[in-house]
């Protein structure tokens, strides 16, 4: 029997090959794990900054549809003032519309609320959250408590622009009337990756004053 027959198993380079080719194929699934890991996390980040914008601006579109204002009740004025909460752009805008319920739902206990949309410094400190008060029977005097609910968190901004007919404007009511309202506004949300998302509301009580009767809601009758 020769040498080479009598030869048995693998020489140390051989397995140190093996064992070199083995890592570097190991090291290129994790590699492609750890890529499609963080793919899948940033995509539900993604999507939940997506719903979480997308239900706020519902939101606040189905308050301004029914936002009015009136001479006769000077504290039914819409307001909005900016400000800026750890360095983003933060603003408070408080206004009176009528309650709208939803499709299949009976009226709402009382018509007419006061709205206001207004920031909060996140938990983490660098972003800000943003905040819906509501305040039933607005005119008169009453001991029901505001109802407060968070709407969105970790933005990093919130900011309105305000069309009067004739051209977008970043403050209201700036010199105008100070029950005049404006034909559209304008909600831009930015979130926590800085993607900007911007809904434009129609204000379809803006200019009827004369609609506003005892409080009655549009379209009712006594």
Excluded: C
Excluded at 12 to 41: D, W, Y
Excluded at 78 to 104: C, R, V, W
């Amino acid at each position: 029997m020769s040498a080479r027959q009598s030869r048995a198993g693998f020489t140390l380079v051989e397995v140190l090959l093996t064992l070199g080719i083995l890592s570097i194929i190991m090291l290129l699934l994790v590699s492609a794990f750890t890529g499609a890991s963080k793919t899948r996390s940033g995509l539900i980040s993604h999507g939940q900054d997506f719903r979480q914008v997308l239900i706020a601006m519902d939101r606040i579109g189905t308050d301004l549809q029914g936002a009015f204002s009136t001479a006769k009740q000077p504290t039914s004025a819409m307001t909005y003032k900016e400000d800026k909460l750890s360095g983003n752009q933060a603003a408070t805008l408080a206004f009176t519309a009528f309650q709208i319920p939803s499709i299949g739902d009976s009226y709402p206990p009382t018509s007419i609320i006061r709205v206001t949309y207004f920031p909060k410094v996140g938990g983490d400190g660098a972003s800000i959250e943003l905040h819906r008060r509501q305040s039933d029977l607005p005119f008169i005097e009453n001991r029901i408590p505001a109802k407060e609910a968070l709407i969105a968190e970790k933005l990093k901004g919130f900011r309105a622009e305000f069309y009067d007919g004739n051209g977008w404007h970043k403050e209201w009511p700036a010199g105008r009337s100070l029950n005049s309202l404006p034909k559209r506004v304008a909600i831009t949300i930015i979130d926590s990756r800085g993607v900007e998302y911007r809904r434009e509301i129609p204000l379809r009580l803006s200019g009827q004053d004369s609609i506003i009767q005892s409080g009655n809601r549009p379209g009712s009758s006594r």
